[in-house]
């Protein structure tokens, strides 16, 4: 059945607390302001179905979320919905990439991935293709594909071809941190 632009709108903002529930609970997200998740959500794209039947919605074209610092841009987002939950969310882009500023820091935390998927149910995200993490002049984690369980709070790297590599870039700490106390006088 055709949905006018005010029953979509309608539709959609009912299904906002959902995803945000969604995006609440990324790992990636657990990163950013404590202040986020209380931030209106917006979500841009070029083209948005929405399936209440199915619990199935789908946006495609230069999608463009966000929540407070929390920014996901990708090509195209679908979220699967089951029972008022989220299941599923899938990012998909060329990269589609994740943003957001850490409690207590001055530079962002990034992701990007060919494809980023949330999974409710075993509470990880899947970067896969080209996955790379790193914070402004920091750490970078990069290889094909980067799993982290939330649950056991690990993180998984490494691919499935041969000549797939794990590549983690570590920064000297500065010469503060390096400097030995003085001795007592």
């Not at 997200?29 to 948005?48: N, Y």
Request: charged share 25%.
């Amino acid at each position: 059945m055709a949905r006018t632009m005010a029953q979509a709108e309608r539709h959609i903002a009912g299904w906002l607390p959902g995803t945000a529930l969604l995006l609440s609970l990324l790992p990636v997200t657990c990163w950013g302001l404590g202040s986020d998740t209380s931030q209106p959500m917006h979500i841009e794209a070029d083209r948005a179905t929405l399936n209440e039947k199915t619990g199935n919605s789908i946006y495609e074209g230069n999608v463009h979320v966000q929540q407070g610092t929390l920014v996901l841009e990708g090509s195209k987002m679908t979220v699967q919905i089951s029972n008022n939950d989220i299941d599923t969310i899938i990012l998909t882009g060329n990269p589609a990439t994740y943003r957001q500023r850490p409690d207590g820091k001055d530079t962002d935390q990034h992701a990007e991935a060919q494809r980023i998927e949330y999974h409710a149910a075993e509470d990880r995200i899947i970067l896969l293709d080209n996955a790379r993490v790193w914070q402004s002049g920091a750490e970078e984690f990069r290889s094909d594909r980067i799993v982290f369980n939330l649950k056991s709070n690990t993180v998984n790297a490494g691919g499935s071809k041969p000549g797939d590599r794990v590549r983690i870039t570590l920064q000297p700490g500065s010469k503060k941190d390096k400097e030995l106390p003085a001795p007592p006088p």
